[in-house]
């Protein structure tokens, strides 16, 4: 029964991995695209500005939903403690 509940603890870290990474990648991508399209079409290629980009998109959705992502963290550490507090009892 203990190695079932690490394996069910592993899956919920790496599905919450997916789920936190998720949106600061999905903005990434579409900000990437959107400069890609604009560099093509005026034949500025320039590879900071993409990067640049990128990275103040990135900054800014990390910003924007900080409490949300700090929240499931929290709440999988909890659970993380209180297993550890029940195994050890």
Do not use: H, R
């Amino acid at each position: 029964m203990f190695s079932t509940e690490i394996y069910q603890l592993a899956y919920q870290a790496l599905l919450l991995i997916l789920i936190l990474s998720g949106p600061p990648i999905m903005i990434s991508m579409i900000f990437g695209l959107t400069v890609a399209i604009f560099q093509a079409a005026t034949q500025i290629q320039e590879q900071t500005l993409s990067f640049t980009v990128k990275l103040v998109a990135v900054i800014l959705t990390i910003m924007l939903m900080g409490n949300f992502l700090a929240s499931q963290i929290m709440q999988y550490a909890q659970t993380i403690f209180t297993n550890f507090y029940k195994w050890g009892t």
